[in-house]
T-cell receptor, first 114, second 112 residues
Framework: DAGVIQSPRHEVTEMGQEVTLRCKPISGHNSLFWYRQTMMRGLELLIYFNNNVPIDDSGMPEDRFSAKMPNASFSTLKIQPSEPRDSAVYFC????????????FGPGTRLTVT | SQQGEEDPQALSIQEGENATMNCSYKTSINNLQWYRQNSGRGLVHLILIRSNEREKHSGRLRVTLDTSKKSSSLLITASRAADTASYFCATGGYSSASKIIFGSGTRLSIRP
């Protein structure tokens, strides 16, 4: 298996632009998590899905952030409009479920908003 | 807010020495996990210890859990340069579909 795939790996955009981050979880995994990592705040859980259904989005910082999981093999995290304080590394992770707690992380997307 | 807090925040040791990192948490847990993150990469799962376990081994890793003190430790024996990374503890929920909360991490540097 290729592991969790994220794209793009790097994104540089100007303030006010829309940003879309993509994630393909490991095939057969039924839970998907979006995290944001910064030096100041560490690793924060933004939202997670179970069987494509959003379970907890309490970590989404503002209405500018939205996430979707239209099917079991694809999820997006969108920021509209983007702001410089959104600059961070965004990770996607998936778990197999079925009593397996281990999370498998993607390589991350480094977002820079200027 | 973060559930787990690692101690120390940074650790630098000589290659071959043992490295010990600690994690404290606040509420009751079902399990505790340790992850490693190399610079510029995603986190990688190392080991999971359940609340009814006190110690667990995996290769050069030894994890202990003291639920009465709400603390865990990760010991890496005979450290190698490749062990240089950040290490995070994470406390989990009561199902595999639950979220886990990561601590702030310990940055481990192994000097050759």
């Amino acid at each position: 298996d290729a592991g969790v795939i994220q794209s793009p790996r790097h994104e540089v955009t100007e303030m006010g632009q829309e940003v879309t981050l993509r994630c393909k979880p490991i095939s057969g995994h039924n839970s998907l998590f979006w995290y944001r990592q910064t030096m100041m705040r560490g690793l924060e859980l933004l939202i997670y899905f179970n069987n494509n259904v959003p379970i907890d989005d309490s970590g989404m910082p503002e209405d500018r952030f939205s996430a979707k999981m239209p099917n079991a093999s694809f999820s997006t995290l969108k920021i509209q409009p983007s702001e410089p304080r959104d600059s961070a590394v965004y990770f996607c992770a998936s778990t197999p479920g079925r009593f397996s707690y281990e999370q498998y992380f993607g390589p991350g997307t480094r977002l820079t908003v200027t | 807010s973060q559930q787990g807090e690692e101690d120390p925040q940074a650790l630098s040791i000589q290659e071959g020495e043992n490295a010990t990192m600690n994690c404290s948490y606040k509420t009751s847990i079902n399990n505790l996990q340790w992850y490693r993150q190399n610079s510029g990469r995603g986190l990688v799962h190392l080991i999971l210890i359940r609340s009814n376990e006190r110690e667990k081994h995996s290769g050069r890793l030894r994890v202990t859990l003291d639920t009465s003190k709400k603390s865990s430790s990760l010991l890496i024996t005979a450290s190698r340069a490749a062990d240089t990374a950040s290490y995070f503890c994470a406390t989990g929920g009561y199902s595999s579909a639950s979220k886990i909360i990561f601590g702030s991490g310990t940055r481990l540097s192994i000097r050759p």
